[in-house]
């Protein structure tokens, strides 16, 4: 039968003895600062250097910035990393890239700026489309959107993708090829899979199915 007093004083004894209920150690739970030094050691560990950027290795969202767990919260890698080389974050600012690299986390490519800088600097990289082009990326008119390079957050040009889909035909690891153009490993597989850039012809991949196997098979004039 359950006794509630007898359970607190097992409980406090094992408290005072340093253990937990199955006899193990006790470990506190880590101060704010602890954490924050435990993601810099993990910053340093799962980051690389891929075209003069400091990218991340991690996991990412779709917007391709890296995640990354600090006491309990979820956060960017990219504001991270300015928080431990700059400090504090004022409210409502926003980390921006010099480099446009989503995935990068080198502080000497963040800047702080606002959602109305970081549009006009979006604009002014040519990276935003604006009046007939802008209605044919929101697929406005029943048009389709703007394709490869010419998209507003397009990280690869209509140049690379041949190699890319050359490198995946070579099977090698999709980390290393997406290292390479600095982007995410999905955006690899899309791009040598015809799922996205598909106007580019050249290295087209389809993927035929066979006995339940996926056999790559490089086509021109798709």
């Known amino acids: ?25 006790w470990k506190p739970k880590p101060t704010f600062e602890q954490s924050v030094e435990a993601a810099r050691d993990r910053m340093i560990r799962l980051t690389a250097r891929v075209n003069g950027c400091l990218v991340w290795q991690g996991s990412v969202n779709k917007a391709g910035y890296g995640k990354i767990k600090v006491a309990g919260r979820h956060l960017t890698t990219h504001r991270l990393a300015y928080v431990l080389a700059h400090g504090v974050i004022p409210k409502g600012a926003l980390v921006c890239h010099s480099c446009d690299n989503p995935g990068c986390c080198d502080p000497d490519h963040l800047w702080l700026g606002t959602h109305l800088s970081n549009m006009r600097d979006k604009i002014d990289k040519g990276r935003c489309s604006r009046g007939e082009a802008h209605a044919i990326a929101t697929k406005r008119g029943g048009q389709r959107p703007m394709p490869g390079s010419a998209h507003g957050r397009s990280i690869l040009v209509e140049s690379q993708i041949p190699e ?14 997406g290292d390479k153009f600095g982007v995410s490993k999905q955006t690899v597989i899309d791009a040598a899979r015809g799922a996205t850039w598909r106007h580019v012809k050249e290295g087209l991949l389809i993927e035929s199915i066979t006995n339940g196997t996926q056999t790559p098979s490089e086509v021109s004039g798709v």
């Open 164 to 177: 890319l889909r050359k490198m995946y035909r070579d099977k090698l690891p999709l980390r290393v090829i």
């Open 1 to 25: 039968m359950y006794n509630k007093e007898r359970y607190l004083q097992r409980k406090a004894a094992r408290y005072a003895a340093g253990v937990t209920s199955n006899g193990k150690p």
